[in-house]
């Protein structure tokens, strides 16, 4: 965890969220038949993994292949949406200099960010439009998101991996950034007729663990099915 506001570069990845899930389990198969190969002689106790690692991500595979389907409803379930500044009466918070209070700082930011969350349904529903929403899922907690958060990914190692829903956004329209114990992305959006404009603001930060390595961070911005 650095010390100060870092700006993440948004990537285009032209797969899908389904297209990079496959090419992860793909890869970590080829990593464990080439290990399975070559290790003759088993690992001791330098290697860099725990005891028991390698047999552990075979029957996490395994089960993956099994449980494909609900896998990825549950990434798009866990997906954090963008809240309209506007709408949702967020401000960016302040950050206080004492590690302490700025972990509290953040957790409360989130709290106010699910319960807008939480009225601005309430108010769609009082309009008899349940029936048309979208099925969103809210956390528990302001950090019930964690428990989801740590996936393996193509190296075989555990990553700190969280998913925004950014659909209709380009990636010169989103800013990521990281803070001590916070990731902020930001966007804008412009909507242009023959009469007027509007530019719009979106707002969404998270909790990041003091031990998430936040100056390794990577942002990649999926392609959006046309179905589902």
Same mark, same amino acid.
């Not at 797969?15 to 190969?37: C, K, M, P, V, Y």
């Not at 690692?53 to 993956?64: C, G, I, K, S």
């Given at each position: 965890?650095?010390?100060?506001?870092?700006?993440?570069?948004?990537?285009?990845?032209?797969?899908?969220?389904?297209?990079?899930?496959?090419?992860?389990?793909?890869?970590?198969?080829?990593?464990?038949?080439?290990?399975?190969?070559?290790?003759?002689?088993?690992?001791?106790?330098?290697?860099?993994?725990?005891?028991?690692?390698?047999?552990?991500?075979?029957?996490?595979?395994?089960?993956?292949?099994?449980?494909?389907?609900?896998?990825?409803?549950?990434?798009?379930?866990? %997906?954090?949406?963008?809240?309209?500044?506007?709408?949702?009466?967020?401000?960016?918070?302040?950050?206080?200099?004492?590690?302490?209070?700025?972990?509290?700082?953040?957790?409360?930011?989130?709290?106010?960010? %699910?319960?807008?969350?939480?009225?601005?349904?309430?108010?769609?529903?009082?309009?008899?439009?349940?029936? %048309?929403?979208?099925?969103?899922?809210?956390?528990?907690?302001?950090?019930?998101?964690? !428990?989801?958060?740590?996936?393996?990914?193509?190296?075989? !190692?555990?990553?700190?991996?969280?998913?925004?829903?950014?659909?209709?956004?380009?990636?010169?329209?989103?800013?990521?950034?990281?803070?001590?114990?916070?990731?902020?992305?930001?966007?804008?959006?412009?909507? !242009?007729?023959?009469?007027?404009?509007?530019?719009?603001?979106?707002?969404?930060?998270?909790?990041?663990?003091? !031990?998430?390595?936040?100056?390794?961070?990577?942002?990649?911005?999926?392609?959006?099915?046309?179905?589902?």
């Amino acid at each position: 965890m650095t010390g100060k506001e870092r700006q993440i570069v948004v990537h285009r990845d032209n797969r899908t969220l389904e297209q990079q899930h496959r090419d992860r389990i793909s890869s970590l198969e080829r990593r464990q038949a080439t290990r399975n190969s070559t290790d003759i002689v088993p690992r001791t106790g330098g290697d860099l993994f725990p005891r028991g690692w390698f047999q552990e991500l075979d029957r996490w595979m395994a089960e993956t292949q099994r449980s494909w389907y609900d896998d990825i409803r549950r990434m798009r379930e866990n %997906m954090f949406s963008l809240l309209p500044l506007d709408e949702f009466d967020l401000q960016p918070p302040f950050w206080p200099a004492s590690p302490t209070d700025r972990v509290s700082s953040v957790i409360e930011q989130m709290e106010r960010q %699910m319960e807008a969350m939480r009225r601005n349904m309430r108010q769609l529903m009082s309009r008899e439009m349940g029936s %048309m929403l979208p099925n969103f899922r809210f956390h528990d907690g302001p950090l019930d998101f964690l !428990k989801d958060a740590y996936q393996v990914g193509e190296d075989g !190692k555990l990553h700190f991996i969280v998913r925004f829903d950014l659909q209709g956004f380009r990636p010169e329209d989103i800013r990521v950034t990281s803070t001590p114990n916070c990731l902020t992305v930001q966007a804008q959006k412009s909507t !242009k007729t023959d009469n007027s404009s509007e530019e719009r603001q979106y707002y969404r930060m998270i909790y990041l663990p003091d !031990k998430v390595e936040d100056d390794r961070f990577k942002c990649h911005l999926s392609n959006c099915p046309t179905h589902g």
